[in-house]
């Protein structure tokens, strides 16, 4: 039997071009197509190109359909070491993506053995990282550490963009779970420097940045970051970099405390999830929907574990992860048989740093959830010992996100929050985010929470709106000044450049993009505003309004910050909004009723 040349080149083409628009599907039926025509006509390279093809299109964690069968038919049909190399390679990643790394793990040896009898590094490159991905349990860290250092010693003098990717994937991966800070920045440094190279390694430096962002408490760089992966990634043909977008749309909007967008999220999770039987995907998105507040839909996720499904789960890449995000959601939603199983099984594993597959979200520590599980199951001496643990864990890395979000969750004893008692929280965190009601949620800064503090700081005390809107807040106050500044407001701008300029500093030497570019663009902000509202030789230019300025600035600023507070702590909003008075003289009068013990720093 014969087949058309040109019509099996025409397939190929027209896969390719289906790969190029995202469309996964489409590519991998003309792949499979091209792929039978290649076999019968035997044409080995034809059909190899073919079935690599539609592995190339496989997305993470999705079933792999026929997929591996096709690997394996031409696998078993070849002898040249470098081919079968790539297949089994190829294979491997298919099984692992699939969720079956046992399946994987002889294709990965045999892999790295014919690639070592080639001597090619750039096929022994991609036969490691194969290894890798197959290798990739908790149990496993050792095996992880050693063979992403030769991946390195291969990679590190090869000019193919792709090798060197792995290989500081590999090491980035590495480096994460060791909470190495200085290597985590020195390979996400690496992967920026070869996105001007590759748009597939700027995608991966895009992504992994955001990581890293969030991790250390900053939120402002996710919206142009995530615009730069998303548009690296469609120029790149990744096959699964939609739903990495999407998870760094999700996990920013959590992290900042925007509700709306974290459910739309959790609600892209579940689905996916549910049309792929994705495990790993449905644990995350009872995490996405417990910080959406919507305990509702992550008790109904929760409720799939029950029975024997976390003992079934496989120890692979996702194993961590999975228990994580279940243990969290179950805490969340009182699921106490959850939080028993999830417990037993997550106990061995303290001390352990829990990212997404390839550190696209770092999730904490297992200090972290283990510590509010013992406390939630009685066992306080243990809870307290994971809980400072934890705590200085992230303060060793610099996560005040995660250190508040724990610091707020348990009392020092490490007794579990009532829901109803505890201290009021209404304060700044290092890493600019706020701690708002009980116990504490963080959300993204609004610069009403600085004049909402300082009345409940002077209760009973009027306080004029002008002394609010120059009273340090730190951030750039040109709608209640116009075009006047007092010199308290003026001071603290110019407190506030100092600070840049050293922030600047330490983000030049760290080549962090991302915060050069936002404390520049603040910086330029404060010196427009210095030019603006001051005269000849630095002193305050002067206007009779400025009062009145003053007085809407701070009534808009207080009322954009109450609704935001709604959306938190209903119960604090509304004894804010009784107790709290605007006007060109402010101030804060409780009732005598209104205990608050109050968390102000």
């Not at 597959?357 to 066992?379: C, E, K």
């Not at 890395?397 to 929280?425: C, Q």
């Not at 030049?508 to 210095?530: F, K, N, Y």
Request: proline share 3%.
């Amino acid at each position: 039997m014969s087949t058309d040349p040109s019509a099996t080149a025409d397939l190929f083409a027209r896969a390719e071009a289906a790969r190029a628009g995202g469309s996964e599907e489409a590519a991998s039926r003309l792949y499979d197509e091209a792929a039978t025509r290649c076999r019968a006509e035997d044409d080995l390279e034809g059909w190899t190109r073919a079935v690599l093809g539609a592995a190339s299109v496989q997305v993470f964690g999705s079933e792999p359909g026929k997929v591996p069968a096709l690997l394996y038919d031409v696998l078993a049909r070849t002898t040249d070491d470098g081919s079968r190399s790539r297949l089994a390679a190829a294979l491997a990643r298919c099984w692992v993506y699939a969720g079956q790394a046992a399946r994987a793990a002889p294709f990965a040896d045999e892999a790295v053995e014919r690639a070592q009898r080639v001597g090619d590094p750039g096929l022994t490159a991609d036969a490691l990282d194969a290894a890798l991905a197959v290798h990739w349990g908790p149990d496993e860290l050792g095996v992880r550490r050693s063979l992403a250092s030769r991946l390195d010693d291969v990679a590190a003098h090869v000019l193919d963009t792709d090798a060197r990717l792995q290989a500081h994937l590999w090491g980035l991966q590495v480096a994460c779970e060791a909470l190495d800070l200085q290597a985590m920045y020195r390979q996400i440094r690496a992967l920026e420097l070869l996105g001007a190279e590759s748009p597939r390694a700027l995608f991966f430096a895009a992504s992994r940045r955001q990581m890293l962002d969030l991790m250390r408490g900053r939120t402002d760089t996710a919206t142009h970051l995530q615009e730069v992966a998303a548009a690296a990634g469609e120029r790149s043909r990744l096959a699964d970099a939609w739903m990495v977008v999407k998870a760094m749309a999700c996990y920013s909007a959590a992290q900042s405390g925007d509700v709306e967008r974290c459910a739309a999220g959790a609600q892209d999770c579940e689905e996916f999830a549910v049309a792929e039987g994705v495990i790993t995907v449905c644990a995350e998105a009872a995490y996405l929907w417990v910080a959406a507040r919507r305990p509702d839909r992550a008790r109904a996720l929760v409720s799939m574990f029950h029975g024997d499904v976390l003992d079934d789960l496989p120890r692979d890449v996702n194993w961590l992860l999975t228990l994580q995000c279940v243990l969290e959601a179950a805490l969340a939603v009182d699921d106490r048989a959850i939080v028993v199983k999830a417990t037993g099984l997550l106990g061995p594993y303290d001390g352990r740093a829990v990212f997404n597959a390839g550190a696209v979200m770092f999730h904490g520590t297992t200090d972290d959830t283990l510590s509010r599980a013992y406390a939630a199951l009685g066992d306080t001496g243990r809870a307290e010992e994971l809980r400072l643990r934890a705590l200085a864990t992230y303060e060793r890395i610099g996560a005040p996100w995660w250190h508040d979000r724990l610091a707020s969750w348990s009392s020092p004893g490490g007794e579990p929050i009532a829901v109803g008692a505890g201290r009021m929280h209404l304060h700044p965190t290092p890493g600019g985010l706020w701690l708002i009601g009980r116990p504490g949620t963080p959300v993204a800064g609004l610069r009403g929470y600085g004049y909402l503090r300082e009345l409940i700081r002077r209760p009973g005390q009027p306080v004029s709106a002008l002394d609010l809107v120059g009273a340090g807040t730190g951030v750039v106050a040109a709608a209640g000044l116009g075009d006047v500044a007092d010199r308290q407001a003026l001071a603290a701008y110019r407190q506030r450049l100092r600070d840049l300029d050293d922030e600047l500093a330490e983000a030049e030497a760290w080549a962090d993009t991302g915060r050069i570019a936002a404390a520049r663009s603040e910086r330029e902000a404060l010196l427009d505003e210095l030019g603006r509202t001051t005269g000849l030789g630095g002193r305050a230019r002067t206007s009779g309004s400025s009062q009145e300025r003053a007085r809407v600035a701070v009534r808009k600023a207080i009322t954009a910050a109450l609704d935001r507070i709604t959306t938190v702590d209903d119960a604090l909003a509304r004894h804010l909004r009784r107790s709290i008075r605007t006007g060109l003289v402010c101030n804060y009068e409780p009732d005598a009723d209104d205990e608050m013990d109050w968390a102000l720093d």
